[in-house]
């Protein structure tokens, strides 16, 4: 049974960083992991994922801002968030795909977290 814990959100002010930790247990090693966020009023969005392979893929919105990593030993991914701006404002979730790839869509995604609140005050 696969689980997903997140941690480190909170409230830092604009130009602040934070870093999103995901505890995973299960068969999740060899899945895709990934970071959505939703904002109240919006669609669930992908942030930013990660393959077993390496390959990674970024929203536009958080190029060159945030960073994904995963420590396989610890069996944890990270999402490292620079820069940041009140639009980041959101619920961050952590979520797990048997899916080869990255799918961009939530329907695509198996198993998921509980979320963690992240605010960015102006």
């Known amino acids: 049974q696969v689980q997903l814990v997140e941690s480190g959100g909170g409230l830092v002010q604009a130009g602040g960083s934070l870093r999103l930790s995901c505890a995973h247990s299960?068969?999740?090693?060899?899945?895709?992991m990934g970071w959505f966020r939703q904002a109240p009023g919006k669609e669930r969005e992908l942030v930013a994922a990660?393959?077993?392979?390496?390959?990674?893929y970024y929203a536009d919105s958080v190029k060159g801002r945030c960073a994904i990593s995963r420590d396989n030993a610890k069996n944890t991914v990270y999402l490292q968030m620079n820069s940041l701006k009140p639009e980041d404002t959101a619920v961050y979730y952590c979520?797990?795909?048997?899916?080869?790839?990255?799918?961009?869509?939530?329907?695509?995604?198996?198993?998921w977290g509980q979320g963690t609140q992240v605010t960015v005050s102006s």
């Open positions: 299960g068969r999740t090693t060899t899945y895709t």
């Open positions: 979520a797990t795909t048997r899916s080869r790839g990255v799918p961009l869509i939530p329907t695509r995604y198996d198993y």
């Open positions: 990660m393959t077993t392979g390496g390959n990674i």
